[in-house]
C-alpha cells in the first residue's frame, strides 16, 4: 500500500488479528479476518452497507425507544464493560481490500462499512459521548472483517448477518406462567405493577418491571441455608447474583418447578416486593452525597443512579436481616441500631482499596460482599442479643 492509499484507508486498530479465510474464500479472491479490537476503533465506521441502521436515533426518521437490544447492550457498558466483548455478538465489516500492518497493529481497510453490528456501534457512541469520550475502561470487541469486491455479494451478506429469531429464557417463563405469582407478589408493593415476560415487553417506557433484575436481588439477598438447597457453591459468595442474571432466572425455573423447593418459593414471593424496593432504595440513596465515588451519576446535586456493582455487595450485605416472623412470612428486619451511612462508608471503602473505582470490579468480588457482609453480620448479633 503506497502513501496515497494509505491516507484513504480507514486505519481500523486491533489488540489480535487473524486471517481466517477458508479455502472457497481464498479461490473466490476474497479474505476474512477475526480478532478483537478497542471498542474506539469502530466509532468512526460508516454503516452505508447495513440494512439496517441505528435504530434509536435513525437518520431522517423519527426518534425511535430503545429496545431490549439497546438496554441490554446499556446495561453491559455500564455494569460490566470488561465483560462487553464476551456478551455481545462483535461487529461484522466488509471492505473492499486491505492490508495488515502487525507492527501498528492495525488493519487499513478500503472503503469499509459495518454490515452487522449498526445498534453497538450506536451504543458505543452514547457510551463514550456519556463519558467525554475519555470512559474509565475502553472495551474490547470482536470483530470480522471480510473483504470483497463483490457488491452484490455484500449486499447478500448483510441480509444474511442481520436475520434474527431468537427467543431468550424470558419469554419462555412467561409463556410456561412461571413468573405469574411473581407479579402478583411483586403487585402487594408495587399495585399497578406489570413484570416484563417477553421479549417485547419493553422496561424503558416504564410500562414493565425488570424481571430479571428482580430475581437477582431476591437472590442477592437469599439466606445461605436456602442457597444450599438449590446446590449453589459457595452460597455466602453471591458474586453471581450481580453477573450472571440468566443463572439467576434458570434457578427461579427451578424453583418454580420443582416440589421439594415450596420454601424457597415461598422466600421468594415473600421477599420479591421488600426487594425491589430496597433495591431502589439504594440506586438513587441520597447518602452517597459526598463519597466521590465518580461512576455515581448525579442531577442538580443530587444522587440518580448508584451502579449495580456498587448496589449488589449491599443488597447481599443485608441478607444478615432476612428472617421469618412469627406467622413464617420472610421479611427484611434490621435492628434499630443499624443505620445506613456506616454500609455507605464501608462500601465507599471497598470500592476504592479491593475494587480499584470500579463498580464492575466491586460486584465481582467476593472480598467486597464478604466485608459488607461482616458489618451487617455483626448488628444482627447485636439485635438478637438484646
Excluded at 421468594?268 to 416486593?273: E, G, N, S, Y
Aim: hydrophobic share 35%; charged share 25%.
Amino acid at each position: 500500500m503506497n502513501a496515497t492509499q494509505k491516507a484513504n484507508s480507514y486505519p481500523f486498530r486491533y489488540h489480535s488479528c487473524r486471517n481466517i479465510s477458508s479455502p472457497e474464500d481464498e479461490v473466490a479472491g476474497r479474505r476474512v479476518y477475526s480478532g478483537h479490537a478497542p471498542a474506539s476503533s469502530v466509532l468512526e465506521l460508516e454503516d452505508n452497507e447495513n440494512v439496517r441502521e441505528y435504530l434509536v436515533d435513525a437518520k431522517g426518521k423519527q426518534r425511535r425507544s430503545p429496545t431490549l437490544v439497546h438496554q441490554a447492550i446499556r446495561k453491559t457498558l455500564m455494569d460490566q464493560p470488561d465483560q462487553f466483548s464476551i456478551l455481545n455478538g462483535g461487529m461484522v465489516v466488509v471492505a473492499r481490500s486491505a492490508t495488515v500492518d502487525d507492527k501498528e497493529r492495525t488493519l487499513h481497510l478500503a472503503r469499509p462499512s459495518i454490515i452487522n453490528g449498526s445498534q453497538t456501534q450506536g451504543e458505543l457512541r452514547r457510551y463514550f459521548e456519556k463519558h467525554g469520550n475519555h470512559p474509565d475502561h475502553i472495551p474490547s470487541i470482536k470483530f470480522e472483517v471480510i473483504v470483497t469486491d463483490d457488491d452484490a455479494l455484500i449486499a447478500e451478506i448483510s441480509i444474511a448477518r442481520n436475520f434474527q429469531n431468537d427467543v431468550r429464557a424470558i419469554s419462555i417463563a412467561g409463556r410456561r406462567g412461571q413468573l405469574d405469582d411473581l407479579e402478583v407478589a411483586i403487585q402487594k408493593g408495587f399495585p399497578s405493577a406489570k413484570l416484563r415476560k417477553a421479549e417485547t415487553d419493553l422496561t424503558s417506557d416504564g410500562d414493565f418491571l425488570d424481571t430479571e433484575k428482580i430475581i437477582q436481588v431476591i437472590f442477592a439477598l437469599m439466606p445461605e441455608h436456602l442457597l444450599r438447597k438449590l446446590d449453589v457453591a459457595e452460597p455466602s459468595a453471591k458474586v453471581f447474583t450481580y453477573s450472571q442474571k440468566t443463572r439467576c432466572l434458570k434457578l427461579y425455573q427451578r424453583v418454580v418447578e420443582e416440589n421439594e423447593l415450596a420454601d424457597v418459593y415461598d422466600y421468594c414471593l415473600d421477599l420479591a416486593p421488600v426487594a425491589w424496593k430496597l433495591y431502589e432504595r439504594w440506586k438513587a440513596h441520597q447518602g452517597f452525597k459526598g463519597t466521590r465515588i465518580r461512576s455515581i451519576e448525579r442531577e442538580d446535586g443530587r444522587i440518580a443512579d448508584v451502579p449495580d456493582g456498587v448496589i449488589f455487595p449491599i443488597l447481599a450485605a443485608h441478607t444478615a436481616f432476612v428472617r421469618q416472623d412469627d406467622a413464617g412470612t420472610w421479611g427484611l428486619h434490621p435492628p434499630n441500631a443499624f443505620s445506613d451511612a456506616e454500609l455507605i462508608e464501608s462500601a465507599k471503602q471497598a470500592y476504592m482499596e479491593i475494587a480499584d473505582h470500579n463498580p464492575w470490579n466491586m460486584g465481582k468480588s467476593r472480598a467486597c460482599y464478604s466485608t459488607l457482609l461482616q458489618i451487617t453480620s455483626i448488628y444482627a448479633k447485636l439485635g438478637t442479643s438484646l
